[in-house]
């Protein structure tokens, strides 16, 4: 048996499990974490959507980021749109497909101001068009909605590009933003939900975005499923080589036999 089982064929069989079954352990505990890690940003999103709305400056502050602890929490702030300085963010996903979300400045009585997320549009007919914004509405508005993080191009996947139509953007970047306007901003942004007075018109809101847990956790149980696979196969082939060598499994030889040719009858 030892000499079967340290035979090269076998000896390299045994090499590519010692590789492939650590490795798809430790993939399948890779997609679980991930997995475990999304069930918890889940479970945070609903215990900040479920909790009561508080004032914005309890939150976050002028050119502090909001934390992750915070982002869905229900905020208020009052003030007045800047609608001549409204942003349209590009490539984001509403109830017609691909649009714009809505980006306006709302300038608090200090002068400070945070950017507020009214909600999605049509994409226009061309890439280098402007598609149709409801106005903000007039005046002092109080606005509640969830609190969201700055976007970068790590937390979002999406990298900002040059060539742009004016006033149209690909990230929420309010460091960036903040930049280019004559005022300070809050860190983070706000996803309007509710705000009064009401506008005559509005853009559509903004759905909360579902985090999806179910794929990490099947990819895990698929890896573990190779990782028991690959240790069956390789059962199954140390005991076939074994039986064979046992058994002594070759072809038998062919019996002896006369090749002188029979004399014909009746020669």
């Given amino acids: 048996m030892l000499r079967v089982l340290t035979s090269p064929r076998m000896l390299a069989f045994h090499a590519l499990l ?10 399948g505990l890779w997609q679980y974490e991930r ?20 004032p914005l400056d309890e939150l976050t502050a002028v050119g502090e980021e909001v934390t992750r602890q915070d982002r869905w929490r229900q905020v208020t702030v009052t003030g007045t749109y800047d609608s001549d300085r409204e942003l349209l ?4 996903g509403g109830s017609g497909g691909v649009g ?12 400070t101001a945070v950017l507020v997320n009214r909600g999605w549009v049509r994409q226009p007919p061309t890439a280098a068009g402007q598609p ?14 969830r609190l969201q993080i700055s976007e970068t191009p790590e937390n979002t996947g999406i990298r900002p590009r040059d060539g742009l139509p004016e006033g149209q953007i690909m990230i929420i970047d309010v460091a960036a933003i903040a930049e280019e306007l004559p005022y300070d901003l809050y860190g983070g942004y ?6 009064a007075p009401e506008p005559a018109a509005a853009p559509e809101p903004v759905e909360v975005a579902e985090v999806n847990t179910g794929m990490n956790f099947s990819y895990a149980v698929q890896w573990w499923a190779f990782t028991a696979i690959a240790i069956g196969g390789w059962v199954f082939l140390v005991r076939r080589e074994v039986q064979e060598a046992e058994t002594g499994d070759t072809p ?5 036999s006369d090749t002188t040719p029979s004399p014909t009858p009746g020669a």
């Fill in 18 to 27: 010692l590789v492939v079954v650590p490795s798809f352990i430790a993939l």
């Fill in 35 to 54: 997995a475990q890690a999304k069930a918890a940003v889940v479970e945070l999103q609903e215990t900040n959507l479920a909790g009561d709305p508080v």
């Fill in 89 to 92: 963010v590009r490539n984001r």
């Fill in 100 to 111: 714009m979300h809505v980006l306006t400045p709302l300038v608090t009585e200090d002068g």
């Fill in 132 to 145: 149709e914004v409801p106005p903000p509405a007039e005046g002092r508005v109080t606005v509640t909605g």
């Fill in 190 to 195: 706000v996803e309007l939900v509710e705000e």
């Fill in 252 to 256: 038998p030889a062919p019996e002896n």
